[in-house]
């Protein structure tokens, strides 16, 4: 993985003496909190129900066990023993200090981590396919780009104070497991017939109160071409995005609004006066950036699938967390592990000091010292060997890591909600933990199938809800909270915006409401391999409608 140079250091380290001034004037009252918001947003720090919230940067999911123990040391002495994996693949402290903050940046910056442009109206964290690296299917690691990105973006002086926040997704495999089609720009790492590699480029996606699917721009872009081509794309935005009004500031809006063919023109005449100047990335540059993530040396184990075998059959259990959280891996001796952090009725996304002290022991001892972050708010082990699968799910299994629900209907996705957060409209944590512990039984989720539910507790969509197979958004009405359904939404390289079912439902009923539709394609499926989607997708929402709404579907 990237690992720090003297610039970043000195930079980092700067950042936190600055902030450190900035916090102390502020608790002592010569910076009002009106002046000191957009300083604390500038170093990750949000002001939430009830407290303030700390959100740590992971560049594109990835960490070492160093850095996972300090997440552990950073949540057992200032915060309340644990910490929240989010949906970019980063990581909160719901109750810290403000008064400490400084010296939990101090702490981070300590194993090269931070909080820059955690928040803000500026390119978020880049994100990336969780298994980069790694997977049977990839074409090309995705992260040397991310950390392109990365460092071509932090506190760039052009675009610290955009319309409005900017996320980009990179991935560099078919199935797309980095959701770039909802993002405001997506790049999918491909080869041309030649072999050369590049990016398909789409544009305009994101979900929040107005969720669209972003257009293809390029299909084809030279790598050589990929600062170049976003700078042009991201300073279309900076000159024509909307600043009047902060819920139609987003590009996909722009998209809209000025049409993707002359959108696209102005990208390409941006371009045009850029592709040949100082952005032009050098091949000995981007393959020297291809080091840092250059793969473990991984030893022939090829006594790990007779060990597999064996395990399986001893232990019920255990062949179906390998089944379900082990995908297949580049080097046929291998696995990749999901470590689920969405335990039956817990509550999903977060881990315990404790949890975080094991996974960076196990990533020591059995996985090369790699972790990634999960946007579906789980940790993965990229390189574990066959034949120590089952040892890495004993030690799982002690801490309460190794929930064999990878991609089943317990393996929620869900926003921190009413419980935390100040914006939203309803509580989302009690829902999911209701609905994971209605659905647990291992034989039922195992008939279900894949299933993906995502819950968002407002508009702003951060459970991303739009594109969960079954989206639970919470609203307010009369004062009241209301969930309203979506079906057949999701993030893949088939990505599709859930369409609402119809009337939302009280607190009380979300979970039966769900348990119908279930219900309902159970019955409906052509045989058991069929999916829920694939079944949505092919008989659409009225048997859906009839069974939540009875006669009153066509209505509703």
Known sequence: MYRYDEFDHAFVSARVEQFRDQVVRRLAGEISEDAFKPLRLMNGVYLQLHAYMLRVAVPYGTLN??????????????????????TRQNIQYNWPKLSDMPAILEELASVEMHAIQTSGNCIRN?????????????????????????????????????????????????????????????????????????????????QGRTPMIAKKVRDFLPEEDLLSYVTAIVRVYNLHGRRDNKYKARIKILVHETGIEELSRQIEAEFDALRDGELKLPDQDIRAIETYFAPPALPERPEGWAAVARARKGNPDFAAWATRNVAAHKNPDYGMVTVSLKPIGGIPGDASDVQMELVADVAERYGFDEIRVSHEQNLILPHVALADLEAVYNALLEKGLATANAGLITDIIACPGLDYCALANARSIPLSQEISTRFGDPARQAEIGDLKIKISGCINACGHHHVGHIGLLGVEKKGAELYQITLGGSGDENTSVGEIVGRGFDPDKVTDAVETIVDTYLGLRLEASETFLQAYRRVGAQPFKDALYGETAEAA
């Open 126 to 206: 880049v994100t990336a396919d969780h298994f980069a690296g790694a997977a049977a299917d990839e074409f090309a690691d995705p992260r040397p780009y991310a950390e392109i990105l990365r460092q071509w973006s932090t506190v760039h002086p052009e675009f610290s104070f955009l319309p409005r926040k900017f996320k980009i997704a990179v991935t560099g495999a078919p199935n797309d497991r980095a959701a770039i089609q909802v993002h405001d720009i997506g790049l999918h790492v491909k080869r041309d017939e030649s072999g050369a590699l590049g990016f398909a480029v789409y544009v305009g996606g994101g």
């Open 65 to 86: 066990p160093r850095q996972m123990r300090m997440l552990a040391h950073v949540a057992r002495k200032y915060d309340r023993g644990y910490g929240h994996f989010t």
